[in-house]
Structures are given as C-alpha cells and as structure tokens.
Antibody, heavy 122, light 107 residues
Framework: QVQLQESGPGLVKPSQTLSLTCSVS??????????WSWIRQHPGKGLEWIGN???????YYNPSLKSRVTMSVDTSKNHFSLRLSSVTAADTAVYYC??????????????WGQGSLVIVSS | DIEMTQSPSSLSASVGDRVTITCRAS??????LGWYQQKPGKAPKRLIY???SLQSGVPSRFSGSGSGTEFTLTISSLQPEDFATYYC?????????FGQGTRLEIK
C-alpha cells in the first residue's frame, strides 16, 4: 500500500522559493498507476489543488498558480517535488502530497501525506 | 473551471441523526467525484470515490450517490466520531476543484 510523506523547510522568506519533497513508499513512483499531486490548505480554509505530475514528467497545474509552480519527479529516489517561486504571506498553508489513481479506474485522491506546514515570513 | 457548490456550509446535528450533504457541479462530471472527511490537524480522509463507491474500512453508515451534476453524501446514523468537516471534489477536468466544505457540529 502506497504511503506518502512530505518534507521540507517550515519557514520561507517572502520572495523566495518554497521547496517540498514527497517521498513515496510501498510502491514505485514509476508504476504508471498514479498521478502524483500537491494540494494546499490555507489556515482555517478549504482545499486548493496545486498540480499533478505523472512519472513521465507530464504535468498539469492550477492556472491560478501556474506561473510560479514547478513540479518534478525523481524516479531513482522514488519521490516527487514542488517548487513555488516568489512566495508571499498568502502562500502560508499546509501543503499535502497525494496520489490520483488512474488505473484501472480513475479515482479521487488517496492516499495523502500527513501535511507540511509552510509559513512565509521574514 | 468547474465550480463545486457544497451545501450546507455548516450543520448542527445529534448523535443518531441522518445527515445529507449535497454537492452541485457547474457542469457534468460523470461520476468523477470523491467525498472526504477532515478532522482538525489531520489530512483529509477519503470516504467515497467514483461518487458512490465506499472506501475500504469506512463504516457502511456513509454512502454516496449521484452522477452528472448532483451528488449527495449521506450519513445514516451519526456517531460521535463523525463530527468533522466534509469536502467534495471533482477530478473530471482540470483544474481539479473542491467544494468549500461542510462543518458538521454537535447540536
């Protein structure tokens, strides 16, 4: 059973780049079964999808963040990553990684990582 | 973008009550919809996928129905551990979008 775990700095300065990694265990990131996803949740607010990446490198980004987002996959390390550039306080949120199953059926996100709180502050 | 309108935004109910939460999609999404439960400080937990399929390990008091634009999550008999926030999401087309959430509180 696939499990996900986020890691990265909990504090980022304004205008800098937020970088997070999601380690995948219990399965291969190259299986082709899942899209690998990032989702965030502002404090006390709802959920916002950031983007998906397939092991081949195909990406889909939320248009609201597209100009600042880069997602990548490292198949040798079985992990995928998020970079969000030019951050402001509005990017303070809990960032979740999750998987979106596409084979044999298309299924909503499951599992999720535990979440990583990132605070943008000087 | 497909807008997911979830109602109600909050709900007070008692243990043993039957509760229904609705999500309406701004355009047809077939059955590409999931329902999630989130408790404070925790990641969302999937309850339902493909609009009506019960996630393994989730109690059978939870059920989902609908297709196209109208979807419902029903909890047949509320238990104390069910008081939480519930979200729907559509993954039919990009960008993937969530409902705004329903906070289920104890009456």
């Amino acid at each position: 059973q696939v499990q996900l775990q986020e890691s990265g700095p909990g504090l980022v300065k304004p205008s800098q780049t937020l970088s997070l990694t999601c380690s995948v265990s219990g399965g291969s990131i190259s299986s082709g079964v899942y899209y690998w996803s990032w989702i965030r949740q502002h404090p006390g607010k709802g959920l916002e999808w950031i983007g998906n990446i397939f092991y081949s490198g195909i990406t889909y980004y939320n248009p609201s963040l597209k100009s600042r987002v880069t997602m990548s996959v490292d198949t040798s390390k079985n992990h995928f990553s998020l970079r969000l550039s030019s951050v402001t306080a509005a990017d303070t949120a809990v960032y979740y990684c999750a998987s979106l199953k596409v084979i044999p059926l298309y299924e909503a996100f499951d599992p999720w990582g535990q979440g990583s709180l990132v605070i943008v502050s000087s | 973008d497909i807008e997911m309108t979830q109602s109600p935004s909050s709900l007070s109910a008692s243990v043993g009550d039957r509760v229904t939460i609705t999500c309406r999609a701004s355009q047809g999404i077939r059955n590409d919809l999931g329902w999630y439960q989130q408790k404070p400080g925790k990641a969302p937990k999937r309850l339902i996928y493909a609009a009506s399929s019960l996630q393994s390990g989730v109690p059978s008091r939870f059920s989902g129905s609908g297709s196209g634009t109208e979807f419902t999550l029903t909890i047949s008999s509320l238990q104390p551990e069910d008081f939480a926030t519930y979200y729907c999401l559509q993954h039919n087309s990009y960008p993937i979008t969530f409902g705004q959430g329903t906070r289920l509180e104890i009456k």
